[in-house]
């Protein structure tokens, strides 16, 4: 098992970046591919972006692509999320999640470990 804690969200304005940080606690980090995931008022979770195990395959929802970078640091167990140019309609709870995948698919059901959540809010 991985326990997963999220930070780094709050309050911004249009245009402004933002990286949020998930810190892993227990079973090995570099054994899980890293997500994450987001999650607006009266929508579904969907997916943001996932880097596999060692950091050499990157996927991105077309959302983000080009604003978002997704990181991660084996020897600190934390996953980052940078994204910059924030529009409003990127508000949400940001989440990030494990998968023992080595190169999981974007889909929900492929991560097994999922954090409580930031929230982001972009305001115009």
């Known amino acids: 098992q991985v326990q997963l804690v999220e930070s780094g969200g709050g309050l911004v304005q249009a245009g402004d970046s933002l990286r949020l940080s998930c810190a892993a606690a227990g079973r090995t980090f570099s054994y899980y591919t890293m997500g994450w995931f987001r999650q607006a008022p009266g929508k579904e979770r969907e997916f943001v972006a996932r880097m596999s195990r060692s950091g050499s395959s990157t996927v991105y929802a077309d959302s983000v692509k080009g604003r978002s970078t997704i990181s991660r640091d084996n020897a600190k167990n934390t996953v980052y999320l940078d994204m910059i140019s924030l529009k409003p309609e990127d508000t949400a709870v940001y989440f990030c999640?494990?998968?023992?995948?080595?190169?999981?698919?974007?889909?929900?059901?492929?991560?097994?470990?999922w954090g409580q959540g930031t929230q982001v809010t972009v305001s115009s």
């Open positions: 999640a494990a998968s023992p995948l080595n190169y999981a698919t974007a889909s929900r059901s492929a991560f097994d470990y």
